[in-house]
């Protein structure tokens, strides 16, 4: 949980500090790369790292993503100018992807298939929490300290996190399984396709045109290294994207359905915040509860959610929870102008109930189809597809967003540009013209948001199975049993010894007396 926060932590807790970063180093032409690099570099590392999980354990893997993450910190606190931070905000998103990953895998593996919901609902609670908070940190730390401090406060956390996972990891002994060379080609070619995917994704429409040279070219680059993936893993022993991800039905309904909910999830997380300042006249902290009420609801319907998928399946509680979603996304360009922040806030609050509802049955259901051996793998695969999701989404709403305000304002338009420029409502000469297209902007991208939802509501329909293909539950049991005794073992082991050392330290003292047996005289 200690890891789960640091990651989600840094994935945010940049975006108040910029000012002040872009004042001490310079660069305010590429910080955008702060959030880019380190996003890029976390996503593309997943499946690595889930391969290198089912090849090697998760302890080493953790371990190693821990030590990553933790040197980019402290670099990125002794930074010296924008590139050096750029760089190690990238070696920060190494260790992030190791982080993600590899907590979610070994939930499956040390809880069994009734207690997962309980703890997955715990790392949803850590993960929205600390992406919700994040900014407000950031903004602390920077207003009484100094913006280096948001790096360096990871140190002492993650120090902490680093020495319970080396004292208290025990992972089960397994039969050892041969072996290959790691697909090193492979490995190579996701970085670079899905390195130049993403970067076209993040930075079209921002940094240069969407039809320029540049945008163009990371585009083409991208697909032929998406090529070179499918020719490499076909052909590698071992591979680090393996074909069965693919071809299984249950996995790949899961990796499409959650790739959609990377869609759905950029309506409130990065339009909502613009929508209640602009329009609502909120302030931004005031804005950002209105975006956090979500991270109440969904924690305690992923808790809740094992009592319905016991019920009726893993799917049909999927399809219950984001049909749920699709509708609330659906009422919300019916919401009044300018209405009140409640309303909202009351949406939001039943978004993340619903959400909760759809995501954990899918991780919870995907994990127990598969063995210990294919699991970081599958983990990774899932994740992977969510956070391409939220990335095609961020473009694609934001090319939405744009377009729409372009029609009402008549010309080009930027969202980001119009909600600054009514931060200073006096040097514009229409602000309530203004607040209308901004409205409609979001109303446009929540309308785009419920198209998703429904679309992932398809792909479980056509293509999940009705039943996922579960392990039995004695065979997911073994592995916790397995890591009970083992640890029950180094405790006898340490009582043994201490017993033992106890026992040498009274022999060398005085020799005990002897004992003496009274028993009742007889009475006859």
Request: charge should be neutral; include cysteine.
């Amino acid at each position: 949980m200690l890891v789960m926060a640091l990651a989600a932590l840094d994935a945010t807790i940049v975006s108040t500090a910029v000012p002040q970063i872009v004042g001490a180093l310079g660069g305010f032409s590429v910080f955008s790369w702060l959030f880019s690099g380190y996003l890029l570099a976390a996503t593309v590392t997943l499946p690595v790292y889930g391969k290198l999980s089912d090849t090697f354990g998760r302890k080493p893997v953790l371990i190693a993503g821990s030590v990553l993450f933790l040197a980019g910190s402290a670099l990125c606190a002794l930074a010296w100018d924008m590139g050096s931070l750029i760089a190690f905000r990238v070696l920060q998103g190494l260790g992030g992807g190791a982080l993600q990953g590899t907590v979610q895998t070994l939930a499956a593996d040390l809880y069994p298939l009734k207690q997962r919901p309980k703890i997955q609902a715990r790392l949803s609670t850590v993960w929205a929490t600390s992406a919700v908070a994040g900014p407000a940190v950031g903004g602390l730390l920077t207003a009484y300290a100094d913006w280096r401090w948001i790096f360096l406060i990871n140190l002492p956390v993650g120090a902490v996190a680093l020495w319970l996972i080396v004292r208290h990891l025990h992972e089960p002994v397994r039969a050892q399984r041969p072996r290959h060379r790691l697909d090193w080609p492979g490995a190579l070619a996701v970085f670079a396709a899905g390195g130049a995917l993403l970067t076209a994704l993040v930075q079209g429409g921002v940094a240069w045109d969407w039809l320029s040279a540049p945008s163009l070219a990371l585009f083409a680059a991208g697909l032929a290294g998406a090529g070179a993936v499918v020719v490499i893993e076909r052909r590698a022993t071992d591979p680090i994207i393996p074909g069965w991800v693919w071809r299984r039905r249950t996995i790949a309904a899961v990796n499409l359905a959650l790739g959609s909910l990377g869609l759905v999830m950029v309506a409130p997380t990065v339009f909502l915040p613009t929508y209640a300042q602009s329009v609502l006249h909120l302030a931004p902290t005031a804005a950002g509860f209105v975006l956090s009420v979500m991270t109440l609801s969904w924690p305690v319907s992923a808790a809740l959610s094992q009592h319905v998928y016991r019920r009726i399946g893993f799917r049909n509680t999927a399809m219950t929870g984001i049909g749920a979603a699709a509708c609330v996304l659906f009422a919300f360009p019916l919401l009044p102008y300018p209405g009140s922040a409640w309303q909202p806030a009351l949406l939001m609050l039943l978004l993340g109930a619903a959400l909760g509802l759809f995501q954990l049955p899918l991780i919870v259901g995907v994990q127990s189809t598969v063995g210990w051996a294919e699991r970081g793998t599958t983990t990774a695969s899932v994740l992977f597809c969510r956070q391409i999701g939220q990335t095609v989404g961020a473009a694609l709403f934001g090319a939405v967003a744009n377009g729409v305000l372009s029609a009402r304002l008549g010309g080009a338009g930027s969202l980001d540009a119009v909600a600054e420029s009514l931060d200073a409502p006096h040097a514009v000469a229409d602000p309530e013209r203004l607040r209308r297209a901004v409205d409609a902007a979001v109303d446009a991208v929540y309308v785009g948001a419920a198209g998703a939802a429904l679309l992932c509501l398809l792909v479980l329909l056509f293509l999940a199975p009705r039943r996922f293909p579960v392990l039995q539950e004695q065979e997911q049991e073994q592995d916790q049993e397995q890591t009970q005794d083992q640890e029950q073992a180094q405790d006898q082991e340490q009582q043994q010894q201490q017993h033992e050392r106890e026992q040498g330290s009274e022999e060398q003292q005085d020799p005990p007396a002897p004992r003496v047996r009274l028993e009742k005289p007889r009475t006859d």
